[in-house]
């Protein structure tokens, strides 16, 4: 005998940044600044990110490319690791993240690649709180996730290595 099963999401889609409460819009303007900084030469592709952690601070990070391509790493990850070496303790409340093309400016959200997802489901098990997710191209709509854990259905986490 098989059973169906079907996984949904929410999601909530801004219009624009300006809809978002002030303390999402003031994440929302940190990604932007460290797209701008984004060191991507390769892929003109630039892609910012801006962590909230529990205690108000923000962390910040981008798209860090190398001329050999592995050995670059994605501005999601840049944040979220930087977050956990220096606050290693403070939950992450939200992630949000800008990207844009040099060649194709984006007006719709870029969706964090597997690997940026997997790495940061892996705040979410560690700290049993949902982080929010944010994305954004360049300009234009937000969409809004409540938790990363809806980004990747039946994700791999440390209860499977216990
Ligand atoms: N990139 C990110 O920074 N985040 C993602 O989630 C997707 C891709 C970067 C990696 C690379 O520097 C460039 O975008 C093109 O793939």
Redesign the pocket.
Known sequence: MSTQKKISIDLTVYDSCEELCADYKILIDAAVAARKKAY?PY?N?L?GASVLLENGQIIEGN?Q?NASYPS?L???RVAVFYAGAKFPNVKIKAIAVS?TSLNNKLDTP?A??GN?RQAISEYEFKQHAPIKVLLMGETGSVVECSSLADLLPLGFNGSYLK
Request: charged share 15%.
């Open positions: 991507a892929s592709f892609v798209n490319e670059g994605c501005a999601e990207a870029a964090p690649c940026c």
